[in-house]
Nanobody, 115 residues
Framework: QVQFVESGGGLVQPGGSLRLSCALS????????MGWYREGPGKQREIVAWILRDGATNYADSVKGRFTISRDSAKNTMFLQMDSLKPEDTAVYYC?????????WGRGTQVTVSS
């Protein structure tokens, strides 16, 4: 079964940038759309960006214009470029396929936006 390893999080000041990576244990880009999810303090997990099998991308309104999702099929890796970060972006970020039942979640990567 596919496994996800998220990395790239950290502490950043408001207005700063981070680039998250999601390494997949096996290639599933041709079978599933993929998404970046986040779980903020006291909040439910939500999807913030997704990329479909054909490469089309979509974003939650809260991150539109600031985040960019991409993938490298040759490296089985997905990315999330996050710019103009805000304190409300503070969360643990996860990646997973877009399907009825998610694959087992990875550990996620913590993003903290604070001055």
């Amino acid at each position: 079964q596919v496994q996800f390893v998220e990395s790239g999080g950290g502490l950043v000041q408001p207005g700063g940038s981070l680039r998250l990576s999601c390494a997949l244990s096996t290639s599933i880009f041709s079978r599933y759309g993929m998404g970046w999810y986040r779980e903020g303090p006291g909040k439910q997990r939500e999807i913030v960006a997704w990329i479909l099998r054909d490469g089309a991308t979509n974003y939650a309104d809260s991150v539109k214009g600031r985040f960019t999702i991409s993938r490298d099929s040759a490296k089985n890796t997905m990315f999330l470029q996050m710019d103009s970060l805000k304190p409300e972006d503070t969360a643990v970020y996860y990646c997973n396929a877009i399907r009825g039942t998610p694959f087992p979640w990875g550990r996620g990567t913590q993003v903290t936006v604070s001055s």
